[in-house]
């Protein structure tokens, strides 16, 4: 059984800066295509970032130039590097991985890609 484990979700006001952490019970460089997606209240999950078999990684438009993806094989951990935070940031932020085998290249952006999930972790941007 994968498990994932988010933390460093927080209060920040605007402007300001937060990197989450995603701690897999399995290799990393095993599990990936991995994703972070957010769900706002009221709303659907949506993608946030992710990151290919291969390294590379791919963003939601209204994060790029602002949210990083990054990997630590040594450690089995993926960050999500967040700066210049705005209220509509705001969401619970989760961590995913997929089942099977993707090209090289691939970092699927829908939610019924991703086999396993974290708990989840709260961000909250004030005004």
């Known amino acids: 059984q994968v498990q994932l484990v988010e933390s460093g979700g927080g209060l920040v006001q605007a402007g300001g800066s937060l990197r989450l952490s995603c701690a897999a019970s399995r290799r990393t460089f095993t599990m990936k295509p991995m994703g972070w997606f957010r769900q706002a209240p009221g709303k659907e999950r949506e993608f946030v970032a992710g990151?290919?078999?291969?390294?590379?990684?791919n963003y939601a438009e209204s994060v790029k130039g602002r949210f990083t993806i990054s990997e630590d094989n040594t450690k089995d951990t993926v960050y999500l590097q967040m700066n210049s935070l705005k209220p509509e940031d705001t969401a619970v932020y989760y961590c995913a991985a997929v089942l099977g085998s993707y090209s090289p290249l691939a970092i699927p952006e829908s939610t019924a890609e991703y086999a396993y999930w974290g708990q989840g972790t709260q961000v909250t941007v004030s005004s």
């Open positions: 990151i290919s078999w291969s390294g590379t990684t």
